[in-house]
């Protein structure tokens, strides 16, 4: 049985130079849920998500990862853990086809290529891109290479699937139609969702839990309804945005 705190970050701080990115960040993610992790520009969300993937290493404080310290490992150790990320600007080949760059990344988890092969369209189906497999990524709309950043690390089936910044660019169909996915990423395969988002409407409708940064400082967390009323949260963050 798993537990219940799937991530446990305890006292997290990150400097680049003179500037506390994160300070004194703790919070948990609870196995199953959608938690969103929200803040202003520069609030230090893409910091905590280097941090807690192994990209980059933490001025002070730990990361547990099912219970284990991960803090400082390597991203590739992490991730075969079970803890996948997304990045905010994309990683993807962009001369290559869909199916090669979902392809690419089923190599470290299967040793033949139809397992390979069966996982890169189970994987394309669920995430509807099995009509586009065969197009190279450079030409696909942007709401599309959006989804193939999330299918490829959805490739891995891992515990907790970190997104960075999903929805930025799609349109309300596609934004509805991702977050139709992200809940049956979590009902049908039981991962867990950390969720750093600007779309507030999206961020307010989908996660179970929001914790909020406001420059690198934690400022509050609850439900979404408590944080939509939260008065320190209105004026740092929803007061300036629409
Ligand atoms: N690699 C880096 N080098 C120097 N400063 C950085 C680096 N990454 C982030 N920062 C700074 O850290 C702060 C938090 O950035 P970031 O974590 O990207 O915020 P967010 O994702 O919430 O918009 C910002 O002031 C940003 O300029
Ligand atoms: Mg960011």
Redesign the pocket.
Known sequence: MEPEILLKVEGLT?H??G?A??SDLNFEVRRGEILGLI????????????VISGF?KPTAGKVYFVGEDITGRNPARISRKGLVRTF?HGSLLREMTVYDNMLVATISLMRTRPERDRRVRETAEMLHLSDQLHELVGNLPHGLQRMVSIAIAFSRRSRLLCL??PLTGLNQIEVASALAIFRRIRDEFGSTILL?EHNMKAVMEICDRIVV?D??VFLAQGRPIEISQNEAVISAYLGKRK
């Open positions: 990150r680049f130079g500037l990115a994160v803040g202003p520009n520069g609030a230090g969300k893409s910091t905590t998500f280097n980059h905010q960075d910044e750093v940064l420059h690198g």
